[in-house]
Every structure is written in C-alpha cells, then in structure tokens.
C-alpha cells in the first residue's frame, strides 16, 4: 500500500522528521498524532504524493483516497452529485444517457433514432457494469449520512458553503473506497486530515462506524478522541521535540497508557544517568588536582559524557500559544446591527428576515443544522459577502474582528509576517514580532507561506491577526478546529476572558460553555431567544 523509508521532512532549516520508516497495509488503521505544528499534516501530503519529502522514499501502490485540511475543489460549477459520482466516472455517464434518451425522443429519423437507442443501449451497459443505479443509491446514502440532502447534491458546488463542500469531497473519497472493497480488492488507502471537522454528531458517529469496518489502509489526523478510540489500532506520534516517530501497534486506549510509561521511563533513566554522570564529574574534578591522575579523571569526564548521549533526547516541555483576544476599543451601546437579512443561491433560499442586534459586549451564539446558513450569516456581517436584501449597519466606533472557518481572511501566498502586517499596518514592527512568537511563530517561519502551514498553525495566525486588531465585536467560525487540546484550551480562556461581544458559531460544546451565551439565533428562521442550558444539546446536532 505505501512504504516509507529514510524518510526526512523539513519546514525551512527546522527539521520535522528525520531516518522515519513507516509503512501501511490493509487493516491498519493508523492515527497520526502530535502537537500542532508537529509535521503531522506535511506527513499526510507526502504519503499522498502531494508533496515532496527533503529525503527518502515513498512507494505507494494501489488507490488513494486524501483529504486534505483545505480541499481546493476544480470546477464550482459541476452539481454536488456529479462531484461525488465522478469518483467512479458515473457523472459523465449519466449525462450521456440522459443526453441520448432526449435524442431518442426527439429524433425524426428512423436511421439516427435507432443509432442513437443503440448508442443508449451501450451507455446503459457499461452504466450496469460500474454498479449503475445501485451506485447512484450508495452515493445518495452515503451524503445523506455527512448531512449532505438531495437538495443539496442538485446544487452547484459555488453555492455551498465551505463546510458543505468539505463533506463532498469526503464523500466522493468513501464512495470510491466503498466501491474497492465491494469489489473484493485489497481496498484504498484512506488519508484522511480532520474528517470530522464541520460534521455533526450523527454524521461522526455514522463516520466511525464507515472507518471502522474499512478493509483497505487508514492514517487520520484528528482532534476528535472518541473517533481516534472507535477506530485505530496503531499509533504514530510525531514528536516535535527529538523529530521522530513513535510506533505504537496498539489501539489508542493503550497507546495512552504505553506513552505514558515512556515518558516516565525516559525521564527516570534520564535522571539516574544524571545522577551517576554528576558523581563522575565530582570525583574527576577532584582527581585533576593530581598530575598523577589526570588521565584517570579525563576517561572518567568521558565516562560521563557517554552516558548522557545515550540516552533519548531531552523533551522540553511543549511550548503553548499564549492566546489572548484584544482589549476592546471604545464603542457605542449598539455597535453592530443588522435588519431583514435574506441570503439565496440561485432558487435556494438560505434565510430571510434575520433581525439582528449586537450589543456592547453581548455574548450570542448561532445554531442550525448544516447548511442552515450559518456562516453566510457571519460573511454577511463581517462584509464578506452581500445580503440579497436588508442591510447591515455599524454603529459608532464599530471595529470588527472576523475569524473564518476556512481561513479566507489568510493571504495564503503570502509570509506569516506579510498576513500580520496586513492586520495590523500601523503597530509597531516590534509589537508584532512579540505577538507572533506568543503564537509560537518565530526566526524563519515568519517567512513561510501561509498556505504551507498545517491547520492548527493557520489557525494560530488568523487567531494573531484578531489579537492586533482591538476589534470590539468578534465573528467566530468554528475557531477551535485543527487545535491540539493545549491550544483548544488557550482558545477556550481568551472567551472567557474577552471583554468585547462576540458572535459565535461552533459544534464545540465547550466554546460554548466557556462563552457563557445570553442569547442564540436560530437558523434558517432566524428566530432570537435568551440562552438556556437546553441548547446545548442542540451545539453537536447543529
């Protein structure tokens, strides 16, 4: 399936990985996991072959099914349902046939009428042969269990949100895998970056069940423990501190456990062998006063030095972004207001008649199923996009923070350092030089491209160039995906903390907890209520 040797990954001089040797086959299941930052999404690119290693080899056979973090779908104006049914090549096959069967309707001549019957009667065959209807059923159950509906897949891709055309596209990939291990082959290799993210809990579970059951090979990325617990049985942890990987042929339960008893082993060899190199020192350094010893006390000196260097690298202790959402600037009492909203795609109403009214430090969050429209309402306030009608209003001393889910607020050809500058062009040089190394981002990182970060690390950036705005209202959308549960929990306290008001959207239960919500928009109705504990079971349905 794939087979990876001396394998060396590299983000600038920094190296990620260095002499790895992975390997998958059918039946593993493979959770890849490590700290943001760590290389785990480099790694994913480099087994799909959609990036280059700095050394080794990589050797794939078979079919491969990625997900990457940020899809970058081709043509935004096929339907959804052909996006997912090109996987098998079904969507240009069914509009052949529909094509021919007009012809055969509308064709006056006998000779052409029946070339073209014929023409269908071939289409039709080789239609049966890749599973024909039986596939087209497959396909639609397959959306409808990622929260995908019919009247979704008849949509053109660019009138989807972005969520919704992640799911596509993590559709089209189960629906080809699905196909190879009907088909009694050894299966396709799955690899998948954070396939839960912008899915609901029916959709995650139905998820777990799919992967569970897959013949073909599995590595994941995922923040989601409960999927990493239903579904690996083998671990790789890339450590960002000694630029390894540990494999662990275990399921995640006692992968826990197993690291666990590393880390406490390393340590404890750690601090004897200290100890015993500490005691040699002492008894050289005594032994140098002695001309006649100064041999003695040199090899003991080396004695010692040997030790230490056979033992595991040190591990410092992971670094956390200090995550803090600006002081707010002064502002009115209403600073941000919106009347009748009503947002369309072609003959799809999304919403109408959203009221809206964003109070001084008003803590609110918006609930709805997927593609309820969401965040089309987050674009529409932060001036993304345009309502189709109402209008948005800035009150006095308006200054508006927008965090997007897919990171569209990013230049992603740009540096690190030339997105910040962008948010922020009039602080100090200095000033954000700080601020970006509190998010972790220093020496030749501030020059690599945006889009070469993984998705916890855009995720730091997008969230940097919020802290430098002073913004008094904040737009959130989903900002705890793609974190480690180290930086979640640094997104999770800058909520708590923030004095301005903030407009939420998540599936993230604890976002919410910690934002402590005095109302909640529901959509599409666009109905507003006060705030109760009983929403929250609704945060991972909607």
């Known amino acids: 399936m794939i087979t990876v040797t001396d394998l060396e990954l590299r983000a600038g001089s920094r190296i990620l990985l260095s002499d790895a040797t992975l390997r998958v086959q059918p039946g593993d299941r493979i959770g890849l996991v490590g700290r943001n930052g760590a290389g785990k999404t480099t790694t994913l690119r480099v087994l799909a072959g959609e990036g280059q290693p700095y050394g080794g080899e990589v050797r794939r056979s078979g079919e491969l099914g990625y997900l990457p973090q940020d899809p970058r779908e081709g043509d935004l104006h096929v339907t959804a349902k052909d996006r997912v049914l090109s996987a098998r090549g079904l969507d240009e096959l069914l509009r052949d046939m529909e094509k021919t069967q007009t012809a055969m309707a509308e064709l006056v001549d006998d000779r052409e009428r029946e070339a073209a019957v014929r023409r269908y009667g071939r289409l039709e065959e080789r239609f049966a042969a890749l599973g024909g209807y039986a596939a087209e059923s497959e396909a639609a159950r397959i959306c409808a269990n990622l929260g995908l509906p019919d009247r979704v897949l008849a949509q053109e891709l660019g009138t989807l949100s972005g969520g919704q055309r992640r799911r596509v596209e993590l559709a089209r990939i189960l629906f080809a895998a699905a196909e190879a291990g009907a088909g009694g082959k050894s299966g396709t290799t799955l690899l998948l970056d954070e396939p839960t993210n912008h899915l609901d809990a029916d959709s995650i579970a139905w998820l777990r069940g799919f992967l569970k059951a897959h013949t073909g090979g599995l590595v994941v990325i995922s923040h989601d423990v409960e999927l990493l617990d239903a579904v690996v049985n083998k671990v790789w942890f890339l450590d960002a501190t000694r630029g390894e990987?540990?494999?662990?042929?275990?399921?995640?339960?006692?992968?826990?456990?197993?690291?666990?008893?590393?880390?406490?082993?390393?340590?404890?060899?750690?601090?004897?062998?200290?100890?015993?190199?500490?005691?040699?020192?002492?008894?050289?350094?005594?032994?140098?006063?002695?001309?006649?010893?100064?041999?003695?006390?040199?090899?003991?000196?080396?004695?010692?030095?040997?030790?230490?260097?056979?033992?595991?690298?040190?591990?410092?202790?992971?670094?956390?972004?200090?995550?803090?959402?600006?002081?707010?600037?002064?502002?009115?009492?209403?600073?941000?207001?919106?009347?009748?909203?009503?947002?369309?795609?072609?003959?799809?109403?999304?919403?109408?008649?959203?009221?809206?009214?964003?109070?001084?430090g008003s803590r609110v969050v918006v609930l709805g199923l997927n593609g309820a429209g969401k965040t089309t309402l987050l674009r529409l306030l932060a001036g993304m996009e345009q309502p189709d009608t109402g209008r948005v209003v800035a009150g006095h001393g308006l200054r508006l923070g927008y965090y997007a889910q897919e990171h569209e607020t990013l230049d992603h050809e740009a540096s690190v350092w030339a997105n910040i500058r962008h948010a922020a062009p009039d602080a100090p040089e200095q000033q954000l030089r700080n601020l970006l190394g509190t998010f972790l981002f220093t020496g030749e990182q501030l020059d690599q491209p945006a889009g070469t970060l993984s998705g916890g690390e855009k995720t730091r950036l997008a969230l940097a160039g919020l802290v430098s705005s002073a913004a008094n209202v904040l737009l959130l959308d989903e900002p705890t995906n793609n974190l480690d549960p180290a930086s979640r929990e640094q997104v999770l306290d800058a909520l708590r903390s923030y004095q301005g008001a903030v407009v939420l959207v998540t599936h993230d239960p604890g976002a919410v907890e910690a934002l402590e919500p005095e109302r909640v928009i529901l959509l599409p109705d666009g109905t507003e209520d006060h705030w109760s504990a009983d929403y929250l079971e609704l945060v991972q349905l909607a």
């Not at 350094?285 to 041999?295: F, I, L």
């Not at 033992?311 to 803090?324: H, Q, S």
């Open 245 to 360: 990987v540990d494999v662990y042929n275990m399921g995640w339960q006692r992968y826990l456990e197993a690291r666990a008893a590393d880390e406490k082993r390393r340590r404890r060899e750690r601090a004897n062998a200290e100890k015993k190199a500490s005691a040699l020192m002492a008894q050289a350094d005594k032994m140098r006063a002695k001309a006649t010893k100064a041999v003695a006390a040199q090899n003991m000196a080396k004695r010692a030095e040997k030790l230490l260097a056979g033992l595991d690298a040190e591990r410092v202790a992971d670094r956390v972004a200090k995550i803090r959402f600006p002081d707010p600037a002064p502002c009115g009492r209403t600073p941000l207001t919106a009347e009748g909203l009503a947002k369309s795609y072609g003959s799809l109403e999304i919403f109408t008649g959203v009221d809206l009214a964003i109070d001084r």
